[in-house]
């Protein structure tokens, strides 16, 4: 069975940090990429980054790109985002999620229908 566990939202200020981490397991799949998403009150889920686990490919969205930074830690299955000068507009429930296709790259936003396995979420709040 494919698990997604998220792990590390909390209460910020507006400035603070925080680092995300998505735990992995249960999978056979050889080339996956793995998304993380946001999704804030009223709003649509929206793809903010992702990194591919053939290649290391990563993805940014321009409105983190300065700011977040995704790794990967094979040895742990686990899969990493750090966000640094957080903003109220960064308050969201942000999801990772897997991708079986390996869909990853540069200039390729990841989008929800394109991963298949989720995990629960995990709440950050950013105060101003």
């Known amino acids: 069975e494919v698990q997604l566990v998220e792990s590390g939202g909390g209460l910020v200020q507006a400035g603070g940090s925080l680092r995300l981490s998505c735990a992995h397991s249960?999978?056979?799949?050889?080339?996956?990429?793995i998304g993380w998403f946001r999704q804030a009150p009223g709003e649509e889920r929206e793809g903010i980054s992702c990194?591919?686990?053939?290649?290391?490919?990563?993805y940014l969205d321009d409105s983190v790109k300065s700011r977040f930074t995704i790794s990967r830690d094979n040895a742990k299955n686990t899969v990493d985002l750090q966000m640094n000068s957080l903003k109220p507009d960064d308050t969201a429930v942000y999801y990772c999620?897997?991708?079986?296709?390996?869909?990853?790259?540069?200039?390729?936003?990841?989008?929800?229908?394109?991963?298949?396995?989720w995990g629960q979420g995990t709440q950050v709040t950013v105060s101003s």
């Open positions: 999620a897997l991708d079986p296709t390996d869909l990853c790259g540069s200039n390729w936003k990841p989008q929800p229908y394109d991963y298949d396995f």
């Open positions: 249960g999978f056979t799949f050889t080339d996956y990429a």
């Open positions: 990194i591919s686990s053939s290649d290391g490919s990563t």
